[in-house]
Protein backbone atom coordinates (compact mmCIF):
# COMPACT_ATOMS: atom_id res chain seq x y z
CA UNK A 1 0.00 0.00 0.00
CA UNK A 2 3.15 2.31 0.53
CA UNK A 3 3.09 5.19 -1.76
CA UNK A 4 -0.55 3.76 -3.72
CA UNK A 5 -3.12 6.57 -1.32
CA UNK A 6 -5.73 7.64 -3.29
CA UNK A 7 -8.07 10.52 -2.83
CA UNK A 8 -10.23 9.31 0.48
CA UNK A 9 -7.38 7.56 2.08
CA UNK A 10 -5.55 11.17 2.02
CA UNK A 11 -8.91 12.64 2.89
CA UNK A 12 -8.95 9.77 5.94
CA UNK A 13 -5.42 11.45 6.66
CA UNK A 14 -5.99 14.61 6.41
CA UNK A 15 -9.40 14.60 9.36
CA UNK A 16 -7.38 12.00 11.46
CA UNK A 17 -4.24 14.72 11.55
CA UNK A 18 -6.76 17.19 12.39
CA UNK A 19 -8.40 15.16 15.10
CA UNK A 20 -7.08 11.77 16.09
CA UNK A 21 -10.02 10.67 18.25
CA UNK A 22 -12.88 11.69 15.79
CA UNK A 23 -15.22 8.70 16.21
CA UNK A 24 -15.19 6.22 12.88
CA UNK A 25 -18.82 7.26 11.97
CA UNK A 26 -18.17 11.39 12.02
CA UNK A 27 -14.87 10.46 9.94
CA UNK A 28 -17.09 8.54 7.27
CA UNK A 29 -19.50 11.07 7.14
CA UNK A 30 -16.65 13.56 6.06
CA UNK A 31 -15.54 11.44 3.70
CA UNK A 32 -17.89 10.04 2.00
CA UNK A 33 -17.92 6.35 3.08
CA UNK A 34 -19.69 3.58 5.00
CA UNK A 35 -18.40 3.51 8.51
CA UNK A 36 -17.54 0.02 7.96
CA UNK A 37 -15.42 1.18 4.72
CA UNK A 38 -13.49 3.78 6.71
CA UNK A 39 -12.93 1.43 9.18
CA UNK A 40 -10.99 -1.18 6.93
CA UNK A 41 -9.52 1.87 5.61
CA UNK A 42 -8.03 3.20 8.59
CA UNK A 43 -7.19 -0.51 9.74
CA UNK A 44 -5.35 -0.59 6.49
CA UNK A 45 -3.32 2.46 6.62
CA UNK A 46 -2.59 1.82 9.98
CA UNK A 47 -1.33 -2.14 9.17
CA UNK A 48 0.65 -1.15 6.33
CA UNK A 49 2.51 1.68 8.89
CA UNK A 50 1.20 5.01 7.39
CA UNK A 51 -0.65 5.65 10.72
CA UNK A 52 2.21 5.02 12.90
CA UNK A 53 0.09 6.04 16.02
CA UNK A 54 -2.15 8.82 18.02
CA UNK A 55 -1.45 11.49 20.18
CA UNK A 56 -2.34 14.52 21.95
CA UNK A 57 -1.11 18.14 21.07
CA UNK A 58 0.47 19.75 24.16
CA UNK A 59 0.72 23.84 24.80
CA UNK A 60 4.39 23.63 25.55
CA UNK A 61 4.12 26.81 27.72
CA UNK A 62 0.83 25.99 29.74
CA UNK A 63 2.52 22.78 30.40
CA UNK A 64 5.65 24.93 32.00
CA UNK A 65 7.97 24.86 29.00
CA UNK A 66 8.90 28.72 28.42
CA UNK A 67 11.95 28.04 26.04
CA UNK A 68 11.77 26.58 23.08
CA UNK A 69 14.66 26.24 21.13
CA UNK A 70 16.45 25.25 17.97
CA UNK A 71 19.98 23.41 18.39
CA UNK A 72 22.28 22.57 15.60
CA UNK A 73 24.88 19.80 16.45
CA UNK A 74 27.74 18.96 14.76
CA UNK A 75 28.84 15.69 15.67
CA UNK A 76 32.31 14.74 14.95
CA UNK A 77 32.56 11.33 16.32
CA UNK A 78 30.98 7.70 13.89
CA UNK A 79 29.77 6.22 17.14
CA UNK A 80 26.14 8.15 17.23
CA UNK A 81 25.16 5.07 20.18
CA UNK A 82 26.14 7.74 23.45
CA UNK A 83 24.02 10.63 21.37
CA UNK A 84 21.26 7.93 20.94
CA UNK A 85 21.30 6.83 24.54
CA UNK A 86 21.02 10.67 26.29
CA UNK A 87 18.25 11.44 23.22
CA UNK A 88 16.34 8.77 24.68
CA UNK A 89 16.95 9.91 28.34
CA UNK A 90 16.47 13.87 27.70
CA UNK A 91 12.67 14.08 27.31
CA UNK A 92 13.02 17.78 26.90
CA UNK A 93 14.63 16.94 23.50
CA UNK A 94 11.10 16.86 21.46
CA UNK A 95 12.62 15.80 17.79
CA UNK A 96 15.92 14.83 16.28
CA UNK A 97 16.63 15.07 12.83
CA UNK A 98 19.93 13.93 11.36
CA UNK A 99 20.90 15.90 8.31
CA UNK A 100 23.51 17.02 5.59
CA UNK A 101 25.38 19.89 5.77
CA UNK A 102 27.15 21.70 8.22
CA UNK A 103 25.37 19.96 11.15
CA UNK A 104 24.62 16.63 11.71
CA UNK A 105 21.74 17.40 13.85
CA UNK A 106 19.06 19.40 14.32
CA UNK A 107 17.53 19.30 17.61
CA UNK A 108 14.06 20.76 18.91
CA UNK A 109 14.09 21.46 22.69
CA UNK A 110 12.03 22.65 25.26
CA UNK A 111 12.87 23.99 28.62
CA UNK A 112 10.92 25.34 31.52
CA UNK A 113 13.80 28.27 32.14
CA UNK A 114 16.44 29.97 30.22
CA UNK A 115 18.75 27.53 32.69
CA UNK A 116 16.98 24.16 32.12
CA UNK A 117 17.91 25.18 28.53
CA UNK A 118 21.88 26.12 29.09
CA UNK A 119 22.03 22.72 30.93
CA UNK A 120 20.71 20.82 28.00
CA UNK A 121 22.64 22.81 25.27
CA UNK A 122 26.04 22.07 27.54
CA UNK A 123 25.14 18.39 27.58
CA UNK A 124 24.43 18.27 23.97
CA UNK A 125 27.70 20.52 23.73
CA UNK A 126 29.55 17.48 24.63
CA UNK A 127 28.88 15.51 21.48
CA UNK A 128 30.22 18.57 19.29
CA UNK A 129 29.91 22.17 18.32
CA UNK A 130 26.29 23.24 19.04
CA UNK A 131 24.35 26.38 17.86
CA UNK A 132 21.50 27.32 19.45
CA UNK A 133 18.39 29.66 18.40
CA UNK A 134 15.74 30.93 20.47
CA UNK A 135 12.19 30.68 18.99
CA UNK A 136 9.85 33.37 19.51
CA UNK A 137 6.86 32.36 17.66
CA UNK A 138 5.67 29.12 15.48
CA UNK A 139 4.38 31.02 11.73
CA UNK A 140 3.32 27.37 10.79
CA UNK A 141 2.67 24.68 13.55
CA UNK A 142 3.51 21.12 12.98
CA UNK A 143 0.77 19.73 10.17
CA UNK A 144 1.66 15.83 8.68
CA UNK A 145 1.45 15.79 4.93
CA UNK A 146 -1.75 16.07 2.95
CA UNK A 147 -2.34 14.76 -0.58
CA UNK A 148 0.64 16.23 -3.10
CA UNK A 149 -0.26 18.54 -5.94
CA UNK A 150 1.41 18.12 -9.07
CA UNK A 151 2.79 21.98 -9.59
CA UNK A 152 2.36 23.15 -13.15
CA UNK A 153 5.76 23.56 -15.20
CA UNK A 154 6.32 26.53 -16.56
Not at 26 to 32: D, I, K, S
Not at 83 to 106: A, H, K, N, P, S
Amino acid sequence: MTGNLDSTDWAILDELQRDGRIAFTELARRVNLSASATTERVRRLEAAGIVTGYRAEVDLERAGYVALAVVRLKYPGSRHEPLRRMLGERTEILECLRTTGDDCYVLKVAATSMAHLEEIVDELAEFGSTTTNLVFSRTLPFRGPSEPRERPRP
